[in-house]
Structure formats: structure tokens, C-alpha cells
């Protein structure tokens, strides 16, 4: 009997090592084919098809990486594995990063915002969202300090629904505000549900998803001062606002020193215009302070952020773009865009098609058109009953030229439902 289970267990053993050997061999067929080049090519042709019509979402399609990636491919530096772990603004055991050029990315956007070189602190994130993640974090995580109380956030009903996720993740209160037509928070309806005795995390919209409208903040502020909760961290998401305006002449919407706020979030996918998301998120070194270092002896230093390993790539390609453009290359930009949103918004108007825009938007939202024009332009769809129902919007980036706007109500005005 020992003899016949003994020799089922070594048939049973050779059955194991004989499929694992078998399953090695099968994935390795699997995985280790020619690379499918006429597919890539045919998926590479499609996006670049869709690139021109995709006018829908905040994306600015004018990426020009060329030079960065003809550097990047010259300089062998696809061969080195990098990472931004840690605080970039203190030596890390881990060398193979780009801090360097993440803190003079930083160095360059904290006065935009109106922060000043001493006390601003800020990182190169992975999106808007991470960029507001941080604020929300590091907000919660400030008013904890100062009350030991949970706080409550307060937030446009309109504003990205990252905040309400991000809520939820940090299992706090959520009160969504009621915004006007506009799409602007109803500060009266803020002053209702602003509770004095618990501390408060006041998300501003800078940029709302849909309208494209901004929070006032001189109102908020009021409100804050005439209920004086016992302590408030006022987050501003600037995700698309938040790349141009500093480059107008109404900088100073996104501007602490005029309008306080303690952190911003500001996307670089959208307005910068990169081949991939990322950010960056600015606060104050005293509100780091504030934030539980968790320090990590392999790196000989605290890591602050929620994201442990972070993309150094996207900072030295941030660093690139900023060098490449400059604050002149900017400013053409944004005056560009603007001016060719409030051309977009007045060519609707002139085919009796209503539409809309926020004072500093480049955010065209209209009478939603057929689906087939929905779908030839990627278009956002959103309903609001107060301004007929059924609307569309149109993201004026720096790739919707003239032209392209053109083609867009000539479509919309043959088509009109």
C-alpha cells in the first residue's frame, strides 16, 4: 500500500511539473510573438484622424513632443528606469530621479499662483484629480491638526466629480452646493449649509466641468468671515483655468495673495498640452508640516505624498515644455483660445442656435445637435431644464483653430434638430 501511494504521489508530482513546464512554454508562445506593427499603424492612424475632431473635452491636441522624444531616443535615457519618490525638495539615498527639474517646475508656477518661492512646497502629479486628492488630503489633514475634528466639505454641485469621490474616499460630509444656470455656485446657498461649529474644507471651482464657470471667492470669503467656522482650508480646483488665466490680464483669479487659498490643483494634459495626464499641486510648506511624514529609513527622508512612487518622466517633460514655450509662448496661447471661444460662441449665436459662455471661459455650451454631430465631434452632453434641456460643449483648445470652428457650425446649422 505504501508503495502504490507513494508512487501516485510522485505520478501526481510529475503531472504538476509537467503542466507548469507546459503552461511556461504556452505563455512564452503567446507572449513572445512579432510585435503586430499593421495593427499599431492602423491604431496610430485612427487617433490621429479623431485628433482634429475631438473637440469635447479639455484636451490640448497640439502635444509638439517631438524634440523631447528625438532627445529622449539620441540620449539612450529609455534604457534608465527613474522614479520621483520622496519629498523633491530634500535629498534622496534614491538618486535615479528628476527632483531638479521638478522643483524649478515648481519654482516657476508657485508665484503664478501667488505663492512665494520660501513658502511654497508642490509636486508634479499624475492628473487634476491626484493634484485635488493632495489638497483634499493635506486640507483634512490641517484642520485635524488645528480641531481634531473630521471637517465638512463644502463644494459646487457642478464642480468635477472627482471632489465627491475623493470625498467619499476620505469618508467625510459631503454638502454639494446649488449653482445658478451659469454653473456658479450659489454662495446664499453656501452660507446655509456652512456649518460654524465643525471645521471646513471649501473646495473652490475654477472651472466648472460642463459651463466652464468659476466660484466666486470675494463671496465665499464674506460668508466665511461673517460665520467664522472654527477653522477652514479652501482647496482651489483649477484644472483648466488654471493653465491660462495666469497668462491674461485676469491673473489674479488664480492669484492667494488676493484670493487666499492654501492649495491649488492644475492640470498639465489640458491647457500645457502633454501625450499623457499629469499636474501640478502647489501649497505651503506649513501645511506640509502638518501632514504625518511617515519617514521611510531606505530613503533616508519623510515621504508627504499620498502617491509613493511618481512618474519622473512627467516632470522633466513638464520642465521641457515650459523651457520650450516660455511666458510669451503662453500668453499667445491663451489669448488665442479665448479669443476663438467668444468667436465660436457669437457664430452659434449668428444661426440662431443658443449658446453660452462664462466671462473668462473657453468653454462654449449650446443646444445639444444631432447625435451624428455628437459623435463626429467627441461632444460632452449635460441637461440643464433652465436653459432648454438637452445641451452639448465645445472645449476651445489650442487646436480648434478657426477653420475647425467653422466646419462645427456648418455642421450643427445643417443639422440642427
Known amino acids: 500500500m505504501k508503495k502504490i501511494f507513494k508512487s501516485k504521489i510522485q505520478i501526481g508530482i510529475g503531472i504538476m511539473v509537467f503542466a507548469f513546464i507546459f503552461s511556461?512554454?504556452?505563455?512564452?508562445?503567446?507572449?513572445?510573438?512579432?510585435?503586430?506593427?499593421?495593427?499599431?499603424?492602423?491604431?496610430s492612424k485612427r487617433m490621429h484622424q479623431l485628433r482634429g475632431e475631438a473637440v469635447?473635452?479639455?484636451?490640448?491636441?497640439?502635444?509638439?513632443?517631438?524634440?523631447?522624444?528625438?532627445?529622449?531616443?539620441?540620449?539612450?535615457?529609455?534604457?534608465?528606469?527613474?522614479?520621483?519618490?520622496?519629498?523633491?525638495?530634500?535629498?534622496?539615498i534614491y538618486s535615479m530621479n528628476t527632483h531638479e527639474f521638478e522643483n524649478e517646475l515648481i519654482d516657476f508656477f508657485a508665484p503664478l499662483y501667488g505663492f512665494s518661492k520660501d513658502e511654497a512646497w508642490g509636486i508634479v502629479t499624475m492628473s487634476g484629480t491626484d493634484g485635488n486628492m493632495h489638497g483634499m488630503y493635506f486640507g483634512v489633514k490641517q484642520l485635524l491638526s488645528q480641531t481634531k475634528m473630521l471637517p465638512i466639505c463644502y463644494v459646487s454641485e457642478e464642480a468635477h466629480y472627482s471632489i465627491?469621490?475623493?470625498?467619499?474616499?476620505?469618508?467625510?460630509?459631503?454638502?454639494?452646493?446649488?449653482?445658478?444656470?451659469?454653473?456658479?455656485?450659489?454662495?446664499?446657498?453656501?452660507?446655509?449649509?456652512?456649518?460654524?461649529?465643525?471645521?471646513?474644507?471649501?473646495?473652490?471651482?475654477?472651472?466648472?466641468?460642463?459651463?466652464?464657470?468659476i466660484d466666486d471667492q470675494a463671496a465665499i470669503d464674506a460668508v466665511i468671515r461673517k460665520k467664522k467656522p472654527i477653522a477652514v482650508y479652501r482647496h482651489v480646483d483649477a484644472a483648466l483655468f488654471?493653465?491660462?488665466?495666469?497668462?491674461?490680464?485676469?491673473?489674479?483669479?488664480?492669484?492667494?495673495k488676493v484670493f487666499y487659498f492654501d492649495s491649488i490643483a492644475v492640470s498639465g494634459h489640458k491647457f500645457f498640452g502633454f501625450d499623457e495626464p499629469m499636474g501640478v499641486f502647489i501649497t505651503t510648506k506649513k501645511t506640509l508640516s502638518q501632514i504625518n511624514p511617515f519617514n521611510v529609513p531606505y530613503l533616508n527622508q519623510a515621504v508627504p505624498t499620498i502617491t509613493c512612487s511618481r512618474n519622473a518622466l512627467s516632470a522633466l517633460k513638464f520642465w521641457w515644455k515650459v523651457k520650450k514655450t516660455g511666458m510669451q509662448g503662453f500668453i499667445t496661447q491663451a489669448k488665442e483660445i479665448l479669443a476663438n471661444a467668444k468667436y465660436l460662441e457669437a457664430e452659434l449665436q449668428k444661426i440662431n442656435c443658443p449658446a453660452w459662455r462664462g466671462e473668462y471661459s473657453n468653454t462654449v455650451y449650446f443646444k445639444r445637435p444631432i447625435q451624428t454631430v455628437m459623435r463626429k465631434y467627441d461632444l460632452a452632453p449635460e441637461f440643464d431644464s433652465r436653459l432648454g434641456g438637452n445641451l452639448a460643449h465645445i472645449v476651445v483648445m489650442q487646436n480648434v483653430s478657426r477653420k475647425v470652428i467653422d466646419e462645427i457650425v456648418s455642421d450643427v446649422k445643417t443639422k440642427m434638430q
Request: hydrophobic share 35%; charged share 25%.
Open 24 to 43: 511556461l512554454f504556452y505563455s512564452t508562445q503567446i507572449f513572445s510573438e512579432e510585435i503586430p506593427f499593421k495593427r499599431l499603424d492602423k491604431f
Open 56 to 92: 469635447g473635452y479639455p484636451v490640448n491636441q497640439n502635444t509638439d513632443l517631438k524634440e523631447f522624444y528625438q532627445w529622449y531616443i539620441d540620449s539612450r535615457l529609455y534604457d534608465v528606469s527613474m522614479n520621483n519618490v520622496g519629498d523633491p525638495q530634500k535629498a534622496s
Open 164 to 213: 465627491k469621490k475623493l470625498a467619499d474616499l476620505q469618508n467625510l460630509e459631503l454638502r454639494l452646493i446649488k449653482a445658478d444656470e451659469s454653473g456658479k455656485m450659489i454662495v446664499s446657498e453656501f452660507e446655509k449649509a456652512l456649518d460654524p461649529t465643525k471645521p471646513a474644507l471649501v473646495v473652490i471651482a475654477m472651472g466648472t466641468t460642463f459651463k466652464g464657470a
Open 242 to 256: 488654471g493653465g491660462y488665466l495666469p497668462f491674461t490680464e485676469n491673473k489674479d483669479l488664480v492669484n492667494r
